[in-house]
T-cell receptor, first 115, second 114 residues
Framework: GAVVSQHPSWVICKSGTSVKIECRSL??????MFWYRQFPKQSLMLMAT?????????EQGVEKDKFLINHASLTLSTLTVTSAHPEDSSFYICSALRPDSRGYTFGSGTRLTVV | AQSVTQLGSHVSVSEGALVLLRCNYS??????LFWYVQYPNQGLQLLLK??????LVKGINGFEAEFKKSETSFHLTKPSAHMSDAAEYFC????????????FGTGTLLAVQP
């Protein structure tokens, strides 16, 4: 139980285009999801907290207009990287807060390469 | 501010040797503490967590960690390393309870030599 599916697992896009990454909780409802970014050989940096039915809370320094987060249902949050640039290339990971304070479940990550 | 420090970005041990990965935290409120493992190009898998109660926590794959409040530490250990333990390990803290965001340490890459 408590599975989070993240798609796509990898994507290559051209500079200037937008890319959408999906994060789904398959067997539980997640009112809160988190989006992280991980640079090579570095730790996970929290980008934003996604709450179902409300606006995401972004961490300091994260451009909300560039990284659009939508959490329209209790099982789906999406991260859209708009007008992607090569410096946006990274590994993006989502996690979902399980109900009843049972902890966090992570997606398998998305490797984004902008060329 | 809350933070997590992992001493040693790279640790190398021989197969069968003791594994010790260090984690110290800073939190103004009682923390929840976690250890996660990450294999290349994958998400994170929970090894173990401390919330309240017993300070020695046992996790999966033979790992355990001990919460020491006086030392603000939560070091991860395993008595005997296996080749399959080679991975990146992250210590994380949620200050003040389970519904807060996770703050990660910088990670420790564990190499296991045959």
């Amino acid at each position: 139980g408590a599975v989070v599916s993240q798609h796509p697992s990898w994507v290559i896009c051209k500079s200037g285009t937008s890319v959408k990454i999906e994060c789904r909780s398959l067997d539980f409802q997640a009112t809160t999801m988190f989006w992280y970014r991980q640079f090579p050989k570095q730790s996970l940096m929290l980008m934003a907290t996604s709450n179902e039915g409300s606006k995401a809370t972004y961490e300091q320094g994260v451009e909300k207009d560039k990284f659009l987060i939508n959490h329209a249902s209790l099982t789906l949050s999406t991260l859209t990287v708009t007008s992607a640039h090569p410096e946006d290339s990274s590994f993006y990971i989502c996690s979902a807060l399980r109900p009843d304070s049972r902890g966090y479940t992570f997606g398998s990550g998305t490797r984004l390469t902008v060329v | 501010a809350q933070s997590v420090t992992q001493l040693g970005s790279h640790v190398s041990v021989s197969e069968g040797a003791l594994v010790l990965l260090r984690c110290n935290y800073s939190s103004s409120v009682p923390p929840y503490l976690f250890w996660y493992v990450q294999y290349p190009n994958q998400g994170l898998q929970l090894l173990l967590k401390y919330t309240t109660g017993a300070t020695l926590v046992k996790g999966i794959n033979g790992f355990e960690a001990e919460f020491k409040k006086s030392e603000t530490s939560f070091h991860l250990t395993k008595p005997s390393a296996h080749m399959s333990d080679a991975a990146e390990y992250f210590c994380a803290v949620t200050p003040g309870g389970a519904t807060n965001k996770l703050i990660f340490g910088t990670g420790t890459l564990l190499a296991v030599q045959p």
